[in-house]
């Protein structure tokens, strides 16, 4: 049974028909959950043993978390010696959902390692590490405390992204964020566009330029869900889940 963290504000906006979210497990779920709770989402955890073609039948919108890295063979790729990999079953997993997703038009907000799975999903590859492949690198895995903000990133002007942000973002297009990563998006994925990067280069953000709502955040924007620096991304997402809910 799924618990609610303590102290999680719960919107009462449209409540009788909440769209059903489904968000993968991972080891720090409270704060996704807290996200989509006040944006106006009903959570659904996922485990790898359940049918991602069954999944895609019974919710209207997919938040792919964070966590381990995704094997490299999966992008075909040699492993780099920092390679971390995740629970067993949940690159395999994630992939599928991810793809079926893609391709049914189910609002999809991918973060952090989701954006990865986005992105290999969608026949991109990965830079396997980032400090040994970029010198100097802006620092992008600071841990603690979870909502440092560690640099700005460059969102694109007129993006599906920027529109989610809303007054995040500064007149001069960027956005501060925080960062807990050693990858990041390689070569994108042929469906994908990059819609903000870091000033070392490094793709902070992609999406679908063709889909309601697919976006994949390198950052960790449900960390930020007591001081709201990030509602509006949460609640864009929520409201094309909703539509969709909504369709006949």
Not at 101 to 108: Q, T, Y
Request: hydrophobic share 35%; aromatic share 4%.
């Amino acid at each position: 049974m799924r618990s609610t963290p303590q102290h999680a504000p719960r919107t009462t906006h449209n409540m009788n028909h909440p769209p059903i979210i489904g968000i993968t497990r991972c080891s720090r779920l409270d704060d996704y959950v807290a996200s989509i709770e006040q944006a106006g989402g009903r959570p659904r955890i996922l485990d790898v043993s359940d049918s991602p073609r069954k999944v895609l039948g019974e919710i209207q919108g997919l938040v792919l978390t964070g966590g381990g890295d995704i094997d490299p063979v999966l992008y075909r790729e040699e492993r780099h010696e920092t390679v971390m990999d995740a629970e067993p079953g949940r690159d395999e997993f994630e992939i599928d959902l991810a793809r079926r997703a893609m391709d049914s038009g189910l609002a999809v907000l991918a973060i952090c390692r989701g954006a990865q799975v986005l992105n290999v999903a969608a026949g991109g590859t990965l830079l396997q590490d980032i400090p040994s492949a970029i010198d100097p690198a802006l620092p992008h895995a600071i841990n603690s405390p979870k909502d440092e903000i560690a640099h700005d990133v460059a969102v694109t002007p007129g993006s599906r992204l920027q529109q989610a942000l809303g007054p995040s973002v500064t007149s001069s297009h960027t956005c501060r964020v925080n960062s807990r990563h050693h990858q990041s998006v390689g070569r994108l994925g042929g469906s994908l566009r990059a819609s903000a990067t870091a000033s070392d280069g490094i793709v902070e953000a992609i999406e679908s330029p063709d889909a309601d709502f697919c976006i994949g955040v390198q950052w960790h924007p449900e960390n930020f869900w007591r001081t709201g620096e990030f509602k509006g991304l949460f609640e864009y997402f929520i409201a094309a889940a909703r539509a969709r809910s909504l369709d006949p």
